[in-house]
């Protein structure tokens, strides 16, 4: 990935040099920022055999939530709290409708998708949420030593999720429910559990990307959920190496998978592609990624 990461950047230095510019390299790392925390929460998901399609329309929901509660003058911070709280929400019902009633990942979040869209547009009347106050922006769109509070917020969870799963007992319980639920059922571990706390955490991760997301955007509304977001997150998801058949995946490969798809959208954008060429590139990258995935699985 750093190989291919290198090699982009090389080639945006030949035909696009303005993509290297200083603004420009922060504003890709704050685009992926969002990007790469929903795709920690789909790591988590995938990790254990599943999906959640419903991520992004989470993310739409929970963000016009507070943000309704912000604009009408409530305190910024509980409008932050509520974002986080509803998107939780979602993601523990997903958890809950897959861990402990088993029914298909894949099913119940386009179900839920659907839902979360159809709510977040009702809510909103098809408007964008806004006129915030300062005082919501001042914290959220600030800056640590010149980084941006939404690129050191990624990588901090990067780093508390990698330990997480790399240390505790629930990231072992994660893995082997991953590849084998029955041998993992065999070996005590609470497979309902742990299967249901993979969708709460991807609940939360899209409740954070919503706080961060309305505060960079300046205003909340239904389109933050498109189609094209849910390619966005699993793209970065394959390319960091994370298998959908479940049971491997690193939650820092995933950070750096979302780098390199928000590079490669920027590019195209800086060289004037369509945004329908790059919904074709970024889904022949996932086919390529998932045949790589295939193969070795079955070596």
């Given amino acids: 990935m750093l190989l291919a990461l290198a090699a982009l950047l090389m080639a945006m230095h030949v035909y696009a040099p303005a993509f290297l510019s200083y603004r420009n390299l922060i504003n890709v790392l704050v685009q992926s920022s969002t990007l790469g925390i929903l795709a920690l929460g789909m790591t ?22 507070g943000g ?12 932050c709290v509520i974002m986080l709280a509803s998107a939780t929400a979602v993601g523990a019902l997903n958890g809950f409708a897959i861990g402990y009633l088993g029914m298909i990942p894949f099913v119940v979040t386009l179900a839920t998708m659907s839902v979360a869209s159809g709510v977040a547009a009702w ?44 240390r505790s007992i629930f990231g072992r319980h994660l893995y082997a429910a991953g590849l084998s639920p029955r041998a993992a059922r065999v070996a005590r571990v609470p497979v309902q559990k742990v299967t249901s706390s993979a969708y709460v955490f991807a609940g939360a ?47 820092y490969n995933a950070a750096l998978g979302a780098v390199i798809i928000t590079v490669i959208s920027n590019a195209l954008n800086l060289l004037g592609a369509s945004y329908f060429l790059g919904l074709v590139i970024k889904g022949l990258v996932i086919i390529t990624f998932i045949f790589l995935d295939a193969r070795g699985k079955n070596k």
């Fill in 205 to 251: 991760a899209s409740g954070i990307a919503a706080i961060l997301l309305t505060a960079r955007l300046g205003a909340a509304s239904a389109n933050m959920g498109t189609d094209g977001v849910v390619l966005d997150i699993i793209s970065a998801c394959v390319v960091g190496g994370v298998s959908i058949y479940g049971g491997f995946g690193r939650l």
């Fill in 123 to 166: 809510l909103s009347e098809g408007l964008s949420i806004s006129k915030f106050p300062e005082s919501f922006f001042d914290v959220l769109l600030a800056r640590i030593g010149g980084v941006p509070i939404s690129v050191l917020v990624t990588i901090l969870l990067t780093i508390a999720g990698t330990w997480l799963l790399a």
């Fill in 68 to 79: 309704m509660f912000i604009q009408n003058g409530g305190d910024p911070a509980v409008g």
């Fill in 44 to 65: 988590v998901v995938l990790i254990t055999g599943g999906i959640d399609l419903s991520m992004p329309a989470n993310m739409a929901l929970s963000a016009i939530i």
